[in-house]
């Protein structure tokens, strides 16, 4: 797979899964665009993959917009945009994790009684956050990237999405509608933008060790864990393997596909 002379832009590239997709972007020969909202970390990251550095919100059509003008004015027109910018349910977690933890207690002894209560204690602000970063932003940014793109008849578009989005999390209704609804989203344009050499896909990881993990405790950690077969946390630098195939030319039969590097949680 080569990415040689290409152009890409990767939202939420400051850190995390995001950092790592530019990275193995980079070295597979692009030229990178780290769009985040942490100015310090757009730049680190622009640092290490030798590229371009920009600031967006990516719940800001308007932000996004521009950023693509910046990227663009720096490296040249974009063939390559990954949708990976999120947030983590950090407040959920919080309400969610004690409740998750006696249920674990629980499954030892005997039936489990304890209710998570994910949903009826989600605040609106929180459900409209996540949507409006998760997925808002994913359309914000699949419709810039396809303006530039279709013009020229070809380009990848690359969402990020979850397990979450497949499958459901319990006490995460907002995460999981978010992610779900970026699937549905990818398969809905994949359709349409082929016809102008626009391929776009999903990836729908498992669960990835990144600092957002650090918002459970050891005993869930380890749960989940459990509920991988493969019996580890995948890596940033694996899913962002994933991102560099779709990314490239090899993968020109993939139209509106969902890859999960997972570790055997789902298989299909």
Known sequence: MTLEGRVAVVTGGGSGIGKAICLRLAADGAKVAVLDVNEDAAAQAAD?????????????S?????????????LGPVDVWVNNA??????????????????????????????LEGLVRLP???WRRLLSVHLDGT????????????????????????????????????YSAAKGGILAFTRA???ELIVQGVR????????????T?????????????????????????EVAATVAFLASDDASLYVGATLSPNGGIITV
Request: some cysteine.
């Open 124 to 126: 609106d602000d929180e």
């Open 200 to 211: 776009v896909n999903a990836i729908a990881p498992g669960f990835i060790e990144t600092p």
């Open 213 to 237: 993990t650090a918002i459970m405790s050891d005993r869930l950690q380890a749960a989940l864990r459990l509920q991988t077969p493969l019996g580890r946390y995948g890596r940033p630098e």
């Open 139 to 174: 359309f914000f940014g699949t419709r810039a990237a396809a303006r530039s793109m279709a013009r020229r008849g070809t380009g990848s578009i690359v969402n990020i999405a979850s397990i979450c989005g497949i499958s459901g999390c319990a006490g995460y209704p907002h």
């Open 62 to 74: 308007a932000s996004v917009d521009a950023a693509l003008a910046q990227a663009e004015s720096a």
């Open 48 to 60: 290490a993959a030798g590229g371009e550095a920009v600031h967006a919100d990516v719940s800001d």
């Open 189 to 191: 344009v994949a359709k």
């Open 86 to 115: 999120g947030v983590p349910a950090a407040a959920q977690a919080e309400r969610v994790n004690p409740r998750a933890e006696q249920q674990l207690a629980e499954a030892a002894s005997g039936p489990i009684t304890t209710p």
